[in-house]
């Protein structure tokens, strides 16, 4: 099993910053995935940024430029550096890990911009 806890979601102006970090615990295997995915009201999860198994970095097109997606070196932690926020970000933000093929999610951290 692996547990995982986000924290650092809050209330931000449009074009301010925010950075949501998630820790990863318990009995962490082969990590095929590890990163955070989105949902808004009404709308379906959507994938944000994760790092596959290689290392390589997938973005969603809407968040390029702007997120950037880190982790530690044992791969125990993983954040999301969000710059330039626009209201459409507004959303449940949940960190994901696939390890040994199986799929783990955090509870969630809100994150709403607005003026």
């Known amino acids: 099993q692996v547990q995982l806890v986000e924290s650092g979601g809050g209330l931000v102006q449009p074009g301010g910053s925010l950075r949501l970090s998630c820790a990863a615990s318990?009995?962490?295997?082969?990590?095929?995935?590890m990163g955070w995915y989105r949902q808004a009201p009404g709308k379906e999860r959507e994938l944000v940024a994760r790092f596959t198994r290689g290392g390589n970095t997938n973005y969603a097109a809407s968040v390029k430029g702007r997120f950037a997606i880190s982790r530690d070196n044992a791969k125990t932690t993983v954040d999301l550096q969000m710059n330039s926020l626009k209201p459409e970000d507004t959303a449940v933000y949940l960190c994901n890990v696939m390890s040994d093929w199986r799929n783990y999610w955090g509870q969630g951290t809100q994150v709403t911009v607005s003026s």
């Open positions: 318990g009995t962490i295997g082969s990590i095929n995935y």
